[in-house]
């Protein structure tokens, strides 16, 4: 449990990494941001940590857990269903 937690804190502190260098590239280059193939390659690098980090979660005990609505957020939906 301690090796995969330690593998879980290296792929999140990486994953901070990448996101930071990712939006790097998307400050100093405009370009890139409209560019699909050069957003294909940094989402490239990003997804493999992504499903790595999930995996390892998953692993360590995590499960994904479906969104909860709070009946705030049910009451506005049906308040607006009713308006339109």
């Not at 405009?30 to 979660?57: C, E, I, M």
Request: aromatic share 4%; proline share 1%; glycine share 4%.
């Amino acid at each position: 449990m301690r090796v995969l937690a330690e593998v879980i804190a290296s792929d999140a502190a990486w994953l901070i990494a990448v996101n930071r260098a990712i939006g790097c590239v998307m400050e100093s280059n405009q370009k890139a941001r409209s560019n699909p193939k050069a957003l294909n390659t940094l989402d490239g690098y990003k997804r493999g940590l992504v499903n790595s980090l999930t995996v390892n979660l998953q692993r360590f005990g995590f499960e994904k857990v479906a969104r909860v609505e709070t009946l705030q957020e049910i009451l506005d939906d049906t308040a607006q269903e009713n308006t339109s």
